[in-house]
C-alpha cells in the first residue's frame, strides 16, 4: 500500500505530516513521493491565509482528475481547513473518502489503516524508519491568544499542552533512532504547562537526553518569553541561539489593533535584553503588511523597525481577512495593489540586511551540525539556523557537529570548510 503526503502550511503541519507518516509506516504502508504511484493520496490543509486554502482547493480539483483514471485511489484531507471546512469539502468534491479535521490528529493515522485493515507491524510511536538527524515534536496545539486576524484559536481550538512523560519519551526514541536536533513546536510553544511542568523545566530535562546535540523550539509569543527562558537560552548548552519571535507590526496603533498585547518598546526591549544576555542570538520574525487602517505612517513604524533591529530573517505575509476573527469585522481598506507593495519592500530591506549578516560571517568560525549528504556537499546549520554548504567525499560527518570556517557567502548561504 503506498501513499502520498502533500503538506500545505507550517511547520507544524510539516511536523504533524512527518508523525503520520511515521505511524502508517508502523502498519507497513510505503510513502511515494510521485503522485502516480500513490494508492492514497493525503493532503494535509492550512488555513492561516485565503490562499493557502484555494491553493488546497485546487489541488483536490487536480487529484481527482487523476481519480477518473484511477478509481482505487483513496483521497483523504486532513488539517486545519479540513477542519474548518469538512462539510463544504465534501460536499464539492464526492470522491473524496475522508476528511479529518486537525482537532482529530490523533486518532488519524487509524481512520486511514482502517479503510483498509491494516494491521501494525511495529509497537513503537515513532517508527524507526527515519534516521533523519533533525526532527521535530508538537508539545502544544491550539492557542488561547486570539490576535484578531488569525484563524488558528478557531480551527485548532484552545491550548491543549501534551504530557511531559510522553514528549521526553518520544525523544529519547528519536534520539535512539539517530536524531541529533530535536525543535519542540507549538503556535505558542513557551506557554506549555502540563500540572506543574512549564516550558522551561520541560526544556532542561529534554536537554538531559544522552547523545541530543541540539533543541530548538517555535514559536514564541513576546509577553511569554520569560526571563527565565532567556537565561535558559544563554546557560543551556544544548539549546540553540536562535529565537523565532513575530513582532508582526511595529506600529502601536496597528499592534493594539491586532490585540498583541504589547507595545514596539516592550518588543525592542526583550529584543536588547535577549542580545545582552546572548551575544550571538539569532532572531527571527514574522512581519503582516495591509492590516485593516494600517496607514503609510504605520508601515513605515514597521520598516524603521526592521532597520533598527537588523532580523537575521524574516516572514512577511499580506493580510488575509479570515472567517469570525475580529479583524474580519473591520473594513480591509489597504487595496491589494498597496499590500503587495508593502510586501515587497519589506522582503527587500530584508534581503539587503540578511546578505549583509551573511557577509559578515565570512572568514568566522561556527559550530555547524551536519544534516545532509549531496552529490559531495554536505549540508549543515549553525546555531543560529543559517544553512552550510561544506565539499566532502565523506557522508559519515552526518550528524556530527564541527567547526566549520566560513570561506565565502551567496545571497542567504555560506559555504565552508571543516577546521
Ligand atoms: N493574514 C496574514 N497573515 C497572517 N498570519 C496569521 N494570520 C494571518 C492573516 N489573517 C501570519 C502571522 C503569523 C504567521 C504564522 O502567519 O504573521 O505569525
Ligand atoms: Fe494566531 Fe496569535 Fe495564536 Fe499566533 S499567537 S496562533 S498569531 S492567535
Same mark, same amino acid.
Given at each position: 500500500?503506498?501513499?502520498?503526503?502533500? %503538506?500545505?502550511?507550517?511547520?507544524?503541519?510539516?511536523?504533524?505530516?512527518?508523525?503520520?507518516?511515521?505511524?502508517?509506516?508502523?502498519?507497513?504502508?510505503? &510513502?511515494?513521493?510521485?503522485?502516480?504511484?500513490?494508492? *492514497?493520496?493525503?493532503?494535509? %490543509?492550512?488555513?492561516?491565509?485565503? &490562499?493557502?486554502?484555494?491553493?488546497?482547493?485546487?489541488?483536490?480539483?487536480? *487529484?481527482?482528475?487523476?481519480?477518473?483514471?484511477?478509481?482505487?485511489?483513496?483521497?483523504?484531507?486532513?488539517?486545519?481547513?479540513?477542519?474548518?471546512?469538512?462539510?463544504?469539502?465534501?460536499?464539492?468534491?464526492?470522491?473524496?473518502?475522508?476528511?479529518?479535521?486537525?482537532?482529530?490528529?490523533?486518532?488519524?493515522?487509524?481512520?486511514?489503516?482502517?479503510?483498509?485493515?491494516?494491521?501494525?507491524?511495529?509497537?513503537?510511536?515513532?517508527?524507526?524508519?527515519?534516521?533523519?538527524?533533525?526532527?521535530?515534536? %508538537?508539545?502544544?496545539?491550539?492557542?488561547?491568544?486570539?490576535?484578531?486576524?488569525?484563524?488558528?484559536?478557531?480551527?485548532?481550538? &484552545?491550548?491543549?499542552?501534551?504530557?511531559?512523560?510522553?514528549?521526553?519519551?518520544?525523544?529519547?526514541?528519536?534520539?535512539?533512532?539517530?536524531?541529533?536536533?530535536?525543535?519542540?513546536?507549538?503556535?505558542?510553544?513557551?506557554? !506549555?504547562?502540563?500540572?506543574?511542568?512549564?516550558?522551561?523545566?520541560?526544556?532542561?530535562?529534554?536537554?538531559?537526553?544522552?547523545?541530543?546535540?541540539?533543541?530548538?523550539?517555535?514559536?514564541?509569543? +513576546?509577553?511569554?518569553?520569560?526571563?527565565?527562558?532567556?537565561?535558559?537560552?544563554?546557560?543551556?548548552?544544548?539549546?540553540?541561539?536562535?529565537?523565532?519571535? +513575530?513582532? &508582526?507590526?511595529?506600529?502601536?496603533?496597528?499592534?493594539?489593533?491586532?490585540?498583541?498585547? !504589547?507595545?514596539?518598546?516592550?518588543?525592542?526591549?526583550?529584543?536588547?535584553?535577549?542580545?545582552?544576555?546572548?551575544?550571538?542570538?539569532?532572531? %527571527?520574525?514574522?512581519?503582516?503588511?495591509?492590516?485593516?487602517?494600517?496607514?503609510?505612517?504605520?508601515?513605515?513604524?514597521?520598516?524603521?523597525?526592521?532597520?533598527?533591529?537588523?532580523?537575521?530573517?524574516?516572514?512577511?505575509?499580506?493580510?488575509?481577512?479570515? +472567517?469570525?476573527?475580529?479583524?474580519?469585522?473591520?473594513?480591509?481598506?489597504? +487595496?491589494?495593489?498597496?499590500?503587495?507593495?508593502?510586501?515587497?519592500?519589506?522582503?527587500?530591506?530584508?534581503?539587503?540586511?540578511?546578505?549583509?549578516?551573511?557577509?559578515?560571517?565570512?572568514?568566522?568560525?561556527?559550530?555547524?551540525?551536519?544534516?545532509?549528504?549531496?552529490?559531495?556537499?554536505?549540508?549543515?546549520?549553525?546555531?543560529?539556523?543559517?544553512?552550510?554548504?561544506?565539499?566532502?567525499?565523506?557522508?559519515?560527518?552526518?550528524?556530527?557537529?564541527?567547526?566549520?570556517?566560513?570561506?565565502?557567502?551567496?545571497?542567504?548561504?555560506?559555504?565552508?570548510?571543516? *577546521?
Amino acid at each position: 500500500m503506498k501513499y502520498l503526503i502533500e %503538506t500545505i502550511g507550517c511547520q507544524m503541519n510539516v511536523c504533524e505530516s512527518d508523525a503520520l507518516s511515521n505511524m502508517l509506516s508502523n502498519y507497513g504502508m510505503l &510513502q511515494v513521493h510521485n503522485i502516480v504511484d500513490a494508492d *492514497v493520496i493525503i493532503l494535509n %490543509t492550512c488555513s492561516v491565509r485565503a &490562499q493557502a486554502e484555494q491553493k488546497a482547493f485546487s489541488y483536490i480539483g487536480r *487529484v481527482e482528475e487523476l481519480k477518473k483514471q484511477k478509481p482505487n485511489v483513496k483521497i483523504i484531507v486532513i488539517g486545519c481547513m479540513a477542519e474548518r471546512l469538512g462539510i463544504k469539502i465534501r460536499k464539492r468534491f464526492k470522491s473524496v473518502d475522508l476528511v479529518i479535521g486537525s482537532k482529530n490528529i490523533n486518532n488519524f493515522a487509524l481512520k486511514i489503516v482502517n479503510l483498509y485493515n491494516l494491521a501494525k507491524i511495529d509497537d513503537n510511536i515513532l517508527s524507526k524508519k527515519s534516521t533523519e538527524v533533525g526532527r521535530c515534536i %508538537t508539545i502544544i496545539r491550539g492557542c488561547n491568544n486570539f490576535c484578531s486576524y488569525c484563524v488558528v484559536p478557531f480551527v485548532r481550538g &484552545q491550548e491543549v499542552s501534551l504530557d511531559n512523560k510522553i514528549i521526553i519519551s518520544e525523544c529519547e526514541e528519536m534520539v535512539k533512532s539517530g536524531a541529533k536536533e530535536i525543535m519542540l513546536l507549538g503556535q505558542n510553544v513557551n506557554s !506549555y504547562k502540563h500540572g506543574t511542568v512549564d516550558f522551561v523545566s520541560l526544556v532542561r530535562d529534554i536537554c538531559k537526553i544522552d547523545g541530543l546535540e541540539r533543541l530548538r523550539f517555535m514559536t514564541n509569543h +513576546p509577553k511569554n518569553l520569560s526571563d527565565d527562558l532567556i537565561n535558559l537560552i544563554a546557560t543551556e548548552k544544548k539549546v540553540c541561539h536562535h529565537v523565532h519571535l +513575530p513582532m &508582526q507590526s511595529g506600529s502601536n496603533k496597528v499592534l493594539k489593533e491586532m490585540n498583541r498585547n !504589547y507595545t514596539y518598546e516592550y518588543y525592542l526591549a526583550l529584543i536588547n535584553k535577549l542580545r545582552s544576555k546572548i551575544a550571538d542570538i539569532s532572531i %527571527t520574525t514574522d512581519i503582516i503588511v495591509g492590516f485593516p487602517g494600517e496607514t503609510e505612517k504605520d508601515f513605515n513604524n514597521t520598516l524603521k523597525a526592521l532597520k533598527d533591529i537588523c532580523f537575521d530573517g524574516l516572514y512577511v505575509f499580506r493580510y488575509s481577512s479570515r +472567517p469570525n476573527t475580529r479583524a474580519s469585522r473591520m473594513v480591509d481598506d489597504v +487595496p491589494l495593489e498597496e499590500k503587495k507593495r508593502r510586501h515587497s519592500i519589506i522582503l527587500n530591506e530584508s534581503n539587503k540586511i540578511s546578505s549583509e549578516i551573511v557577509l559578515s560571517m565570512v572568514g568566522k568560525t561556527f559550530e555547524v551540525l551536519v544534516e545532509n549528504f549531496k552529490s559531495n556537499i554536505l549540508e549543515g546549520r549553525t546555531g543560529g539556523g543559517r544553512k552550510v554548504f561544506i565539499k566532502s567525499t565523506s557522508k559519515d560527518y552526518v550528524g556530527k557537529v564541527f567547526n566549520v570556517h566560513i570561506s565565502e557567502s551567496k545571497i542567504n548561504s555560506l559555504f565552508g570548510n571543516i *577546521v
